[in-house]
């Protein structure tokens, strides 16, 4: 089976906890991005990757750290400082980085108590 | 900037009936267009991808038209059913290699009612 896994699907954080999301994918593809959905507000872009050991800041990328060692993986790391980390987080994949059809995985919703 | 707007931003229909969902771009130069279905709690599912050249496209009971002239494509459910209740996202790709270039619309929220 081919796709991407996110995981875990619900996350509970303390404040000022660091907390890492999973983000695998078998499809082979280049590129992988890394995108927050709050209510009401379309997908915000929060980094991406082009390559393995390249990324790019996205929109939104202030309290949040990635890497890219494997081509399949791609953790997010949502840190202290990012000030309203409650959110649906969503990772996607695609075969390159510009203008191919992008594959979402099934999205991990973390809530700081 | 690029930018993609939806409307309406949340529609009721009664199953069996038929709507249809809009998206205008100010995208530019225009690449692609998608509409993805997204299930609550879910991530999003690409239902169609429509390039420049295309007008009309079906993906079974959905149909997407994009007209490259006025920047407007729509998404046309037909005899819709309950598990269409779902928020559906259409994405505008800006032609360019080696750079990001999707813009997002933030959604309508479609609720099919028995």
């Known amino acids: 089976d081919g796709g991407i896994t996110q995981s875990p699907k619900y996350l509970f954080r303390k404040e000022g906890q660091n907390v890492t999301l999973s983000c695998e994918q078998n499809?082979?593809?280049?590129?992988m991005y890394w995108y927050r959905q709050d209510p009401g507000q379309g997908l915000r872009l929060i980094y991406y990757?082009?390559?393995?050991?390249?990324?790019q800041k996205g929109d939104i990328a202030e309290g949040y750290s990635v890497s890219r060692e494997k081509k399949e993986s791609f953790p997010l790391t949502v840190t202290s400082a990012q000030k309203n980390p409650t959110a649906f987080y969503l990772c996607?994949?695609?075969?390159?980085?510009?203008?191919?059809?992008?594959?979402f995985g099934p999205g991990t919703r973390l809530t700081v108590l | 900037k690029n930018q993609v707007e939806q409307s309406p931003q949340s529609l009721i229909i009664l199953e069996g009936k038929n709507c249809t969902l809009q998206c205008n771009y100010t995208v530019s130069p225009f690449s692609n267009l998608r509409w993805y279905k997204q299930d609550t709690g879910r991530g999003p599912v690409s239902l169609t991808i429509?390039?420049?050249?295309?007008n009309t496209k079906s993906n079974g009971r959905y149909t997407a038209t994009l007209d490259a002239d006025t920047k407007q494509s729509s998404l046309h459910i037909t005899a819709s059913q309950l598990s269409d209740s779902a928020s559906y996202i259409c994405v505008v790709s800006a032609a360019g290699a080696g750079s990001y270039q999707l813009t997002f619309g933030k959604g309508t929220k479609l609720s099919v009612i028995p």
């Open positions: 996607a994949s695609s075969i390159a980085l510009s203008g191919t059809l992008q594959f």
């Open positions: 429509m390039t420049f050249s295309e």
């Open positions: 499809l082979n593809h280049d590129a």
């Open positions: 990757s082009q390559i393995v050991n390249d990324f």
